[in-house]
């Protein structure tokens, strides 16, 4: 495309992931690019085997605010993000480099408690800070890239019409503590910490891939949005069935407190970093792992059969 064409046009109104596909459309590859953009990590070849590579980008104020959390919580946020990714593959981290910004005036201690917070969230899963590059900025920057092995990686792709769609984690719980904490409030205390330090199920990765998942992705941005990226790749339709959730308590109590339905955050909610997947009707799921919805012939995705017309889950940009 003709980038004189595309002058007038903003990233904004572009979007994200329209973003990401013009700009996939400049990127070669090679013999080592097994999977390139396009899943929650790439899958690159080397002389001796072959390894998964992520990068996520987290700034201040817009994924973390420090009156509400602390630099542990905020290193373990960080790690937690990336080591999802990872993960939603199938796979397992084992080593994160850190690109750190921030002001001058940032004490010392701050960066040393949000590397070890990094590092307390490392340790789920054996994997370690091995480098990085720190520069000054107007405000905190932290750019990681995590790098990991699969047996099997898992891409968005494969769902199949038939398919049974399961998740594993927690729904929800992030995006009410978000929204207690916008309103002023520092409660409830699960929902709240959710927010601050998201707990990724680790294990169900790998586990999934091991059961046969035919695809899969992780939660950041809701699960509306994250599911429809698997059913866009697939080329298939996915519904979810509302009677197969279970709203947690403090998820109910910031849904009554603020009016909202607590449908809402279990759908649209990110930052839990759950993981979503496609298993064959004929598999066992996995221990973990909960069914939620079903795949079948077309496209999009549809809550009871009907279009969701409630908030599509985070976009940035936007």
Known sequence: MDSGAEGGQTI???GEFGLIARLATEIGDNRHVLLGPGDDAAHV?????????????LVEGRHFRRDWSSAHDIGRKAAACNLSDINAMGGVATALTIGFGAPADLPVSWAIEMTRGFEVECAHVGAHIVGGDVTASDKIILAVTAMGDAV?????TGALPG????????????GAGFAALSRGFRSP?????????????YAAGPRAAGAG?????????????????????????INLDSSAFVVPESVAAV????GVDALTFMLTGGDDYALVATFSSQADLPSGWTRIGLVSEGDGLTVDGAAYIGPAGHQHFR
Do not use: C, Q, Y
Request: proline share 5%.
């Open 255 to 258: 849904s009554d407190a603020l």
């Open 163 to 174: 398919d049974v769609v399961a998740f594993a984690g927690h729904l929800g719980l992030a």
């Open 189 to 201: 205390k699960a929902a709240v910490d959710a927010h601050r330090v998201p707990h990724p199920p």
């Open 12 to 14: 904004g109104e572009l």
């Open 152 to 156: 099997r990686p898992v891409r968005r």
């Open 45 to 57: 070849s080397t002389n001796d085997g072959t390894f998964l590579v992520s990068t996520d980008l």
């Open 213 to 237: 998942a035919t695809s899969m992705t992780d939660v950041s941005d809701g699960l509306v949005a994250d599911l429809g990226h698997i059913a866009e790749a697939s080329g298939v339709a």
